[in-house]
């Protein structure tokens, strides 16, 4: 046996449950992934109950700030445990962003809080359904390789975007400076801010480390990162912190409140709202939920090197189901869909190939209901780093499309630059199917397009359409 073989050969029953010899991963290896994916999502713990507490129901009532907290961390805490037994892929789940914006803006207005929450838990038991049925995963085989590689490579430009854009490197003009650019550079075209150059220098610091092969890299940039914003705020007490100031806090533990879990609806809606409205709000958070997913663990799985010759993670099924879970969960809780996190790629980077890393990540979490001060130490301007170091990672998977044939190309182009430009993988995705499906056909190509295909590209129409449609059925 050689050298090689041993490293591979289980060292217990955890080892052999987990796969971590078998993936070449190692338990420090692990560790660190778990660490550097809950740096680069604990800010959801704070930003969750900020855009879900700033929403009023139907009847003028607002969700409680503490309570959003703590159910956050719980449910984000247990899918992740569960995602990591289940399914042993290293991907955590949490609280959607976009999902949350959805129902607190949009679909609690038209009902009540419980109402809004009842129809996330509908829509988690039909993805469910969707996935014991079999059809879920018969989507994702349906869609090409290379343009699953396509969707991983969007998500790292995606990834990238998010991390410039809460780091403040990268802002929006706002309309009324009387330009047609959206974006630029700080305020102004200048970095005019002490948590901007806390960014520069923490990414290139982590960049240095990871060019030079340090061990922990990226974790180590996220918390020398923190360590550098800390000495800033407490000599120049800056303002422009994107969302956690960088300060100890003067109480550290404190009681988790879980008043909302449990408080949801599944039939008032129906007759408050209106059938035809409950429908398209449901449909809209099906497709969302439904292929953020797909898109996200194909990168992951991507990052990690776990895909097989079809582009497919390790339980696949098992990865989706849990996904389902969360999302019905995370409505039973008040807390919005959870939903699988392209962060989780920082843990990955970092080394994380199994669900142990899912251990750390949630335990984190669950510690985080007592934690919640301590969580908001680290910056965006700190765990954006990682972010754009995974970013360039999983770009160089470009390579692997072939590009000559406009087929698959143009599709792929779509892809992969509609995700960070719309701010959404489910656009991304919808944008490459609907080009992939009509482009084959008129080009006489359309018996290299899988059937099931041709359905999703219509329900892509139809998501893509939906706000004339609702002006014109409603």
């Known amino acids: 046996m050689t050298a090689a073989t041993d490293t591979r050969t289980p060292k217990s029953g955890f080892d052999r449950f987990f796969e971590i010899s078998a993936r070449g991963s190692t338990l420090g290896r692990e560790v660190r992934g778990g660490l550097a994916t809950f740096f680069t999502m604990a800010y959801i713990v704070v930003l969750n109950p900020l855009i879900l507490g700033n929403g009023v129901d139907g009847d003028g009532a607002k969700l409680a700030i503490p309570a959003l907290a703590a159910g956050t961390a719980l449910v984000a805490g247990v899918m992740t445990i569960l995602m990591g037994v289940v399914a042993r892929f290293p991907l955590a789940l949490a609280a959607g962003l976009g999902v949350n ?271 919640t001060p301590l969580v908001s130490v680290v910056p965006f301007e700190a765990a954006s780093t990682a972010l754009v170091v995974v970013g360039f990672l999983m770009m160089t998977a470009v390579r692997q499309i072939e590009w000559s044939d406009y087929t698959i190309a143009v599709p792929a182009f779509l892809a992969i630059t509609l995700m960070p430009f719309t701010y959404s993988i489910s656009n991304g995705i919808g944008a490459g199917i609907i080009s992939y499906v009509v482009l084959k056909v008129a080009t006489g190509r359309a018996r290299e397009v899988h059937p099931i295909l041709y359905g999703v590209a219509v329900l892509f129409v139809l998501y893509f359409l939906r706000g004339p449609l609702e002006t014109w059925i409603l």
């Open 101 to 371: 914006a959805l129902i607190a803006f949009e679909i609690a207005p038209e009902m009540t809080w419980a109402d809004a929450m009842g129809l996330v838990v509908i829509e988690g038991v039909l993805i469910a359904i969707l996935v014991l049925t079999g059809l879920r995963t018969m989507v994702f085989r349906a869609v090409p390789t290379q343009l699953k590689t396509a969707i991983g490579v969007g998500i790292g430009l995606f990834l990238m975007i998010i991390g410039l854009v809460d780091a403040g490197f990268v802002r929006r003009i706002p309309d009324a400076a009387g330009t047609t650019v959206p974006l630029e550079l700080g305020v102004g075209g200048k970095l005019s801010t002490w948590p901007t150059v806390v960014f520069v220098v923490g990414l290139l610091f982590t960049l240095v480390l990871f060019v030079r092969k340090v061990r922990g890299a990226i974790l180590i940039g996220i918390l020398g990162s923190t360590v550098l914003a800390i000495i800033v705020e407490a000599i120049a007490h800056p303002k422009g912190w994107s969302l956690n100031v960088p300060k100890l806090p003067e109480k550290i533990v404190g009681s988790p409140d879980l008043s909302l879990l449990g408080h949801f609806n599944v039939l008032d809606s129906w007759s408050r709202a209106g059938w035809l409205v409950v429908i398209m709000f449901i449909f809209t958070l099906l497709i969302t939920d439904f292929f953020d997913t797909m898109g996200t663990m194909v990168a992951v799985g991507q990052e990690g090197e776990l895909l097989d010759s079809e582009g497919m993670p390790p339980r696949t099924r098992e990865i989706l189901l849990v996904d389902s879970v969360a999302a019905a969960a995370g409505g039973a809780a008040s807390v919005s869909s959870n939903t699988s996190y392209i962060e989780s790629a920082a843990g990955v980077g970092e080394g994380a190939r199994t669900g142990v890393a899912n251990l750390v990540t949630g335990v984190l979490f669950l510690l985080a209901m007592f934690l």
